[in-house]
């Protein structure tokens, strides 16, 4: 069974929020969530333009001003929150890296080290 880290409980997560997350102790956020439109969604906190920048532009600010998409500070590239797909910016048509998460019954939102199997994200689609 894969080691699993918790993230946050479910209620630290409103709708439109995004959050960053350490859970491996590297000494800066790595991962990133963000609810919309009722489901969360994980991405590796790392913009595919330029060799996996972070991207708030300060702590847990992620989305752009309407909350629609997810926004790299560095260059301004812009991600579809469901998918990770890069739609507007210097690295358009490249992807976020999908993390694995998982949603207890409590509705506490894990990440799983290894993957394997269908993540969060797959079962939401
Ligand atoms: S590093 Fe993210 S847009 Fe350039």
Redesign the pocket.
């Given at each position: 069974m894969a080691a699993k880290v918790l993230l946050c409980r479910g209620d630290m997560l409103a709708e439109g929020q995004s959050r960053g997350f350490d859970p491996w102790c590297e000494g800066r956020d790595t991962v990133l969530l963000v609810r919309h439109g009722g489901k969360v969604f994980g991405w590796r906190d790392a913009?595919?333009?330029?060799g996996g920048?972070p991207?708030a532009w300060r702590k847990d600010a992620y989305l752009n001003a309407d909350r629609t998409r997810i926004v790299?500070?560095?260059?301004?590239?812009q991600f579809d929150i469901a998918s990770g797909l890069c739609t507007l910016?210097?690295?358009l048509g490249q992807s976020l890296q999908c993390v694995d998460i998982e949603l207890s019954s409590e509705q506490d939102i894990y990440i799983r080290r290894d993957g394997g199997g269908e993540t969060e994200h797959d079962k939401q689609r």
């Open positions: 913009c595919p333009h330029h920048t991207m790299c500070a560095a260059h301004g590239a910016g210097p690295c």
